[in-house]
């Protein structure tokens, strides 16, 4: 059933942004999916595995937004100051996607796969997820350096994401990265 597999993650997404992840009830999830309660549980087993199926679904909407990204038409530099930002404003909008980037993890948000006796699939660490983009971002790219410099902009935006900055701060972040990001004029002549 994905049709119902997607509305019920899509119902259990709407909850979770309304109401903390221990005030979400699976008859309000099941009801607003358009479902029975009896769908959700032989879909995901129970809150918990609804709960793990969500961080994962995050994870998965975050790494297809830097695939996004990293595939649009423009510099390596533009384009590592755009996966940067796309990086913060999506750990701003998105509290498991700050989750997943950061590891802090509160009592608002459904457990992380692979946390103690929880069994599924584990959800990807911070630093997973920042391997995982550095390494999208090598085969993207294909320049020199380009995983080196691709990591430190994802580091760099995570620094942001755990200390966040006012607005004009993220501008003068994608002004360092693009800075940072051109490739060196010395380095040819060492």
């Known amino acids: 059933m994905p049709a119902a597999r997607e509305s019920l993650l899509e119902a259990a997404g709407a909850a979770l ?21 009896q769908t959700l549980y032989n879909e995901f087993g129970g809150k918990a595995g609804l709960g793990r199926a969500l961080v994962r679904r995050e994870a998965d909407w975050y790494l297809d937004g830097v695939d996004r990204v990293l595939r649009a038409p423009a510099g390596s530099g533009d384009r590592l100051a755009s996966l940067a930002e796309w990086t913060v404003r999506a750990a701003a909008a998105r509290p498991l996607v700050r989750a997943l980037l950061t590891g802090h993890w509160d009592g608002n948000l459904p457990a992380p796969p ?5 069994p599924g699939v584990p959800a990807p660490g911070p630093g997973e997820l920042a391997g995982a983009v550095r390494d999208r971002a090598a085969e993207v790219l294909a320049a020199p350096d380009a995983a080196h410099r691709c990591e430190l902009a994802v580091r760099l935006a995570l620094s942001f994401v755990v200390a966040p900055a006012r607005e004009s701060g993220l501008g003068e972040l994608l002004g360092l990265l693009r800075l940072l990001s051109e490739p060196s004029r010395t380095a040819g002549g060492r």
Not at 114 to 118: F, K, L, N, Q, S
């Open 17 to 37: 942004s309304a109401r903390p992840w221990p005030s979400v009830r699976m008859v309000d999830v099941a009801a607003a999916a358009g479902v029975s309660r």
């Open 114 to 118: 692979g946390r103690g006796a929880r």
